[in-house]
């Protein structure tokens, strides 16, 4: 009796175990899955908010990662006015230096304005190398001028940097505007702490109908991005993060694949420890105003000591 009457029960209990791991994988299944449909959907709903740019920035190759500092990535960054045609000029000009392993960003402003020695073309304002011979020219003119070594790339046009920010920041970019501006930038902003969308925030970035020309606009090109940077570490960004991915994949013209993209701007948010240091060249004190006929009005700077400059900003330690 004993013997038919214990037999039973440790199957019973074995079964009941056996039910709660499948249930519990079941339900791990189902959130796996619900995860992976809602990213989808969000990537394809990126996807249609963002129209496809007619950039063409011809083929580019970078520099070698330097072995003593592989950690250290640098990303040239465009902002160009497509006119349709692939070649229009680019009118920012920066180069994100991101040091993974020290957890910090450094970022360079080039004036377009600058005087600079143009691989296989005579020497024209630094904006018009895009114009001549596509993103390499780019690349390869800053490089030759100033010594700094670039590994990637990433062109977007003006008219969609504002459904990059829009989808990103549905809520507004915070921005403390120093005074009001309006002219030739398609929007009025008013003075003081405002939340701008993506097209006044873009007109904020563009602004230069004052005292500091072009100076000023630098500035707040960086300051733009120091905003977008912090803003960018607020717990809703992880759920934004695959629409924004396919705004990303319509929008910006790279060299990295659309997983890498993926992945290294999400590291690129998570940063939260990684402050922007900027710098602006041409250096103050370093550069002076001339006039050609073939380039119009140009800033002639002084090469070796903007490159000693650039040299010690993006140094590591």
């Known amino acids: 009796m004993s013997e038919q009457y214990e037999g039973p029960v440790p199957r019973r209990r074995r079964r009941r175990r056996l039910r709660k791991g499948r249930v519990f994988l079941s339900l791990l299944l ?14 394809m709903a990126g996807k249609r908010v963002a129209v496809k740019n007619a950039i063409e920035p011809g083929s580019f190759e970078g ?5 003593s500092a592989s950690a250290v990535e640098n990303y040239l960054l465009l902002g160009v006015d497509d006119d349709g045609s692939g070649r229009s000029r680019t009118d920012t000009m920066m180069v994100l230096s991101w040091d993974k392993q020290a957890q910090s960003m450094k970022l360079v402003s080039f004036m377009r304005d600058i005087y600079a020695d143009i691989p296989g073309y005579k020497s024209y304002k630094l904006n018009t190398a895009y114009y ?3 993103v390499q020219t780019a690349k390869d003119t800053i490089t030759g001028m100033f010594g700094i070594p670039i590994h990637h790339y990433a062109i977007v046009d003006f008219d969609n940097f504002e459904k990059i920010a829009d989808a990103a920041f549905p809520e507004g970019v915070e921005i403390d505007v120093e005074k009001e501006m309006s002219e030739k930038i398609g929007v009025t902003l008013k003075q003081g702490v405002r939340k701008l969308n ?9 602004f230069r109908a004052d005292a500091e020309g072009d100076f000023g606009r630098v500035r707040r090109q960086q300051q733009v991005l120091s905003a ?4 960018a570490m607020t717990p809703g960004m992880v759920l934004r993060a695959p629409k924004i991915a396919g705004v ?3 929008t910006i013209e790279t060299d990295l694949t659309s997983k890498e993209e993926l992945s290294r701007v999400v590291s690129l948010l998570l940063s939260r420890g990684a402050d922007i240091e900027t710098l602006t060249i ?11 006929p073939h380039a119009g009005s140009v800033i002639e700077v002084d090469t070796e000591t903007n490159k000693r400059e650039l040299q010690a900003f993006l140094q590591t330690e």
């Not at 520099?63 to 072995?67: A, I």
């Not at 977008?228 to 803003?231: C, I």
């Not at 041409?282 to 050609?292: I, L, M, Q, R, W």
């Open 132 to 134: 001549l011979g596509g």
């Open 282 to 292: 041409p250096a103050k004190g370093t550069y002076s105003f001339a006039d050609y």
């Open 248 to 250: 990303l994949s319509q």
């Open 30 to 43: 189902v959130g796996f899955v619900g995860a992976g449909l809602f990213s989808s959907y969000q990537y």
């Open 63 to 67: 520099d070698l990662q330097d072995p």
């Open 198 to 206: 993506g097209r006044e925030l873009l007109g904020y970035a563009r």
């Open 228 to 231: 977008v940077k912090e803003q």
